[in-house]
């Protein structure tokens, strides 16, 4: 059962990627603006919790999950795990208790690899590098055993063999078992299944899954695929340039939706559409705009089928429309 | 445990012969080995080859008497071997030429890794600073440290076992070559850090200075191999014209001082095409061995996509 107490909370949090003006809008003293890749979002995970963010190209996804491994710096909000301030934390140092607990899988595992290390050094540098081991022996140990729990077996088989040795679904599992060996309490996952053959994805989300029930490990599912995040997570939060357009539990988000950008994306997959009781939305028109140039009001109202007036001037706050359901429309309630 | 190093180490012996196989497989690689090799040989032990090395008291021959089967390569102004000359000269101008070349990859590495890679201020201030020797011509840096080093030290005293004149020249080329290198290092340490496996070492706990040795170095190996051999190919050169100018030191005769000492005596005017001719003729075909041994080894690594500077 996920427990209660939050792990991790993201309040209003921001990264805003500063534009290089050119010279000519430098001459003209042109503000340069920025690509609001993430305009104020609040989340939270909860221990041993899955919460998936969901959401299309370019709407932040990846930035979010950068932020949370301290990849990337916030220009704005705050970051808590277990309600310590971690938004200035930047010493090596002082991050490695933080390293410890929190880890990340990535989208392309072949790029996650250096195709200059083996298997074991790969699975081992966590271990190595945050001093969790104080001999080869148990070294070679919590490397075998989070080989294993990433479904390598077995694990010695893989020990000596280098990257582009494996296949595709091998590789994830090996970032998986890099990512499991520190036993972390919170897990980013950034599209891992994305890029792999359809035939291994269910073998790798139930990798994922299991850790859940074994190790009570909280997963933050980053995906762009609405019917997979119902599938794995507890609750869906789904971004829209930047900003969460509606946030619930995982039923809810998928047979309730309250936004007319969730309805769309619920319409635009074959599986999931034409569901009873849900709004009537026709398919999402036209590309993301670019963060660089946010519109106006709504975010989402350029696109919208049902956007009128007050959405193009005001921008509609997260408004709650059940129980921990909240979404961000003006129609809404 | 022990079963799977046995099996790593054969890897790496695979992954090695594989590299081998491809390298040698360049003519250019084989043709520069081979003279590489003939001159390595040569370098390594003079005195068994031509004995020790002559000077003006111990010259036995005629003076510039052309080539006989007594002097293969003929004599110089003094009466002195060209032959026993140009093979002595061998083991100053590669012990230069190498030595030079390791000041100038591990200078040139470090400043250029840790500029790509912390970026920001440190890169600007680094760059800035490699620029400056960048386009620092040897010939006057060399005119500048000699005296400074000569007092330091003393005349006639050695350093590391070589004369100040020629511990001065390798300290020069070590210092005018390693930019060379750091921009190289620099841009593909730029490219490098952007991959996703150095996010995750990052991630996973790493230090930067681990991040540094155990991801970036290991991947740079090729560019520095590559350019390693066209830097020691440029630092026979720039020893040679240095000795040329007359830097060199004649107890200690290089190719390049060889050069010198026979424009010096009018070897050119005289006709004596021997005394010039031998020298050139080995510097020429050493700097090209390197020239022929780095591009060969830049092909391997990347087989499409080849850029010579
Ligand atoms: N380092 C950066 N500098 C400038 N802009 C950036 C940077 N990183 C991301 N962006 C911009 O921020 C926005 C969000 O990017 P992000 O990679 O987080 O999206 P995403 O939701 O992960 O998309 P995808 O599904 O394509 O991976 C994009 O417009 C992107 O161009
Ligand atoms: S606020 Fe308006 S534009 Fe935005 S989603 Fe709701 S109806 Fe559409
Ligand atoms: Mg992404």
């Known amino acids: ?333 | 445990m022990s079963e799977s190093i046995i099996r790593y180490s054969g890897r790496q012996a695979r992954a090695i012969k594989t590299f081998l196989g491809r390298f040698l497989g360049y003519g250019g690689a084989q043709v520069g080995l081979v003279c590489l090799a003939f001159f390595i040989v040569v370098a390594a032990v003079p005195d068994i080859l031509v004995g020790p090395l002559q000077t003006a008291i111990n010259a036995t021959g005629e003076f510039l008497a052309p080539p006989s089967s007594q002097h293969v390569l003929g004599t110089d102004e003094v009466g002195r071997d060209v032959l026993n000359l140009v093979v002595h000269g061998a083991r100053i101008s590669l012990t230069i030429a190498l030595l030079a070349t390791v000041i100038s990859l591990v200078v040139g590495t470090t400043i250029g890794m840790t500029a790509g890679y912390y970026g920001g201020v440190v890169d600007v201030w680094l760059m800035r600073f490699t620029d400056f020797f960048f386009v620092m011509p040897s010939f006057v840096l060399a005119l500048v440290i000699t005296p400074v080093v000569v007092e330091v030290i003393g005349r006639g005293q050695e350093i590391l076992g070589f004369r100040p004149s020629l511990f001065v020249i390798l300290v020069v080329i070590g210092m005018t070559s390693w930019a060379f290198v750091a921009r190289i290092v620099r841009s593909q340490t730029l490219s490098l850090k952007e991959r996703t496996f150095i996010d995750r070492a990052r991630v996973v706990g790493s230090s930067n200075f681990s991040i540094m040795v155990r991801h970036i170095l290991p991947n740079l190996v090729p560019q520095i191999a590559a350019n390693g051999a066209l830097v020691v190919a440029g630092a026979i050169f720039v020893e040679t014209s240095l000795s040329f100018l007359g830097l060199g030191d004649p107890l200690q005769p290089s190719w390049g001082t060889l050069l010198s000492l026979a424009q010096r005596a009018g070897a050119a005017s005289a006709g004596a095409w021997w005394y010039l001719g031998a020298p050139g003729a080995c510097v020429l075909t050493v700097s090209l061995s390197f020239v022929l041994i780095g591009n060969a080894l830049d092909d391997t690594f990347n087989p499409r996509r080849r850029v010579i500077p």
């Not at chain 1, 000519?24 to 939270?44: N, T």
């Not at chain 1, 919460?51 to 220009?75: D, F, Y």
């Not at chain 1, 036993?183 to 994805?201: Q, W």
């Open chain 1, 1 to 333: 059962m996920p427990d209660t107490a939050n792990i991790l909370q993201l309040e209003s949090l921001q990264v805003h990627f500063p534009i290089q003006g050119g010279l000519f809008d430098r001459v003209l003293g042109r503000p340069a603006g920025a690509v609001r890749a993430v305009d104020g979002i609040d989340l939270s995970v909860g221990r041993g919790e899955i919460v998936a963010l969901v959401g299309e190209s370019g709407s932040g996804k990846t930035t979010v999950g950068r932020v949370i491994t301290k990849l990337a710096q916030p220009t704005g909000g705050k970051m808590l795990f277990e309600g310590r301030d971690m938004t200035s934390v930047q010493r090596a140092s002082a991050l490695r208790p933080y390293r410890h607990r929190v880890q990340m899988i990535f989208q392309d595992a072949y790029q996650a690899l250096n195709p200059r290390h083996t298997i074991f050094d790969i699975v081992a540098e966590p271990l190595r590098s945050l001093r969790l081991v104080d001999n080869r022996k148990q070294l070679a140990d919590r490397v075998s055993e989070a080989l294993a729990s990433a479904g390598l077996n077995p694990p010695g088989d893989f020990f000596a063999r280098f990257p582009h040795e494996l296949s595709g679904g091998q590789r994830q599992r090996v970032v998986i078992a890099g990512a499991l060996a520190v036993k972390p309490e919170l897990i980013v996952a950034d599209e891992p299944v994305s890029m792999l053959d359809v035939s291994i994805r269910a073998q790798i989300l139930q990798v994922l899954v299991d850790l859940r029930h074994k190790h009570n490990m909280a997963l933050l599912f980053i995906t762009h695929d609405l019917p997979l995040a119902w599938l794995i997570a507890d609750r869906i939060a789904v971004l829209y340039l930047g900003k969460l357009v509606e946030i619930g539990s995982a039923d809810e988000i998928t047979f309730q939706p309250r936004h007319p950008y969730t309805v769309a994306l619920l319409n635009a997959t074959p599986q999931m559409g034409g569901d009873a009781g849900r709004a009537e939305v026709p398919a999402l028109q036209g590309e993301v705009p670019s963060a660089a140039r946010v519109p106006k009001g709504c975010r989402f109202h350029p696109r919208c089928p049902l956007a009128f007036d007050r959405c193009r001037q005001e921008e509609p706050p997260p408004i709650e429309v059940g129980p921990k359901h909240l979404a961000a429309c003006w129609l809404a309630n």
